[in-house]
Nanobody
């Protein structure tokens, strides 16, 4: 089993930046890739970004490309989502998931999920 914990959420003003962390433990050898999804109140879940542990493949949702950046610290079993130029429409709960194969934006391909991190962007 893999345990996933997100951290780093909070309140930020529009135009600001925030970094989310996703730390995994347990059977981390089973993890090939990790992905970020988000869900805003009253809206469907949407894909944000995904990356393998090696950094390739790497995929961003088009609307996040250039504003959001994934990085990894393999020694800490942690993947980061750096979010820049945040907009009020980025307000959502952000979830990190792990996959044992490349799943990209395919939500059912992810095996384990964290509890979510609330990100609120004020206008």
């Amino acid at each position: 089993q893999v345990h996933v914990v997100e951290s780093g959420g909070g309140l930020v003003q529009a135009g600001g930046s925030m970094r989310l962390s996703c730390t995994v433990s347990g059977r981390t050898s089973d993890i090939y890739a990790m992905g970020w999804f988000r869900q805003a109140p009253g809206k469907e879940r949407e894909f944000v970004a995904a990356s393998s542990w090696s950094g390739t493949p790497l995929l961003y949702e088009d609307r996040m490309q250039g504003r959001f950046l994934i990085s990894r610290d393999n020694a800490k079993n942690t993947m980061y989502l750096q979010m820049n130029s945040l907009k009020p429409e980025d307000t959502a709960v952000y979830y990190c998931g792990t996959a044992d194969k490349w799943s990209g934006s395919y939500y059912p391909g992810y095996n384990y999920w964290g509890q979510g991190a609330q990100v609120t962007v004020s206008s």
